[in-house]
């Protein structure tokens, strides 16, 4: 799966065995000129028998599905595509989900409680090969690139857009793009909150 040519919608399948989240998310996603649903499915093997023939580009799976689970989904939709974009779909943000989610492949984890915006931002984010998944604790900086925790000690340091992209030898809207991926991966919303925890990580000597 390559990366996107043209300004057509990102293509979307769903899978979720509950008919009423599953047409929410639709509606959603059909408001959106950036997406497209072009698959359904409520059960594993509904999802498989499907896949080959839709391709997503970005593949939305419910955890808990009558025959199986969405990890089984996500398992053979890689094998069946290796660059598969995945979204855990999922009414709880547990541990043991967004671990086994990691595991086989997703980008994130979205909450069937998410604002319709959330919703189409999630979406889009997987799409361009961003991740979005829950905030957690400090030590889950490591999920960071080396190049990402570069760019928030900088931000600590108190430097620009211009700046940080002039040290990296990097374009400023590839640095306005990571730190938007960065916010997502801490949880956080504004480009203050991580300059602020930067701050406070050095305070507290956090590696």
Do not use: Y
């Amino acid at each position: 799966m390559t990366a996107k040519l043209t300004d057509a919608p990102v293509r979307v399948m769903i899978v979720d065995d509950h008919e009423v989240v599953r047409r929410g998310i639709v509606t959603v996603i059909d408001a959106s000129p950036s997406l497209s649903v072009v698959g359904e499915a409520s059960t594993v093997d509904e999802a498989l028998r499907r896949l080959p023939a839709v391709r997503p580009e970005v593949l939305i799976v419910d955890l808990q599905l009558p025959d199986g689970t969405g990890i089984d989904v996500m398992r053979r939709a890689r094998e069946l595509e290796p660059l598969q974009k995945m979204l855990v779909l999922t009414s709880f943000d547990d541990d043991s989900a967004l671990r086994e989610s990691r595991a086989v492949g997703a980008s994130g984890m979205l909450l069937k409680s998410s604002r319709s915006r959330d919703i189409v931002v999630a979406i889009e984010r997987v799409a361009e090969g961003l991740t979005v998944w829950p905030a957690r604790a400090p030590e889950e900086d490591d999920e960071l690139s080396a190049t990402d925790q570069r760019i928030v000690e900088l931000i600590g340091d108190g430097c620009t857009n211009k700046e940080i992209a002039d040290e990296l030898g990097i374009a400023e809207k590839t640095v306005k793009n990571r730190i938007t991926a960065i916010l997502h991966a801490l949880g956080l919303q504004r480009r203050t909150q991580v300059a602020a925890r930067e701050a406070a990580r050095r305070r507290a000597g956090w590696k």
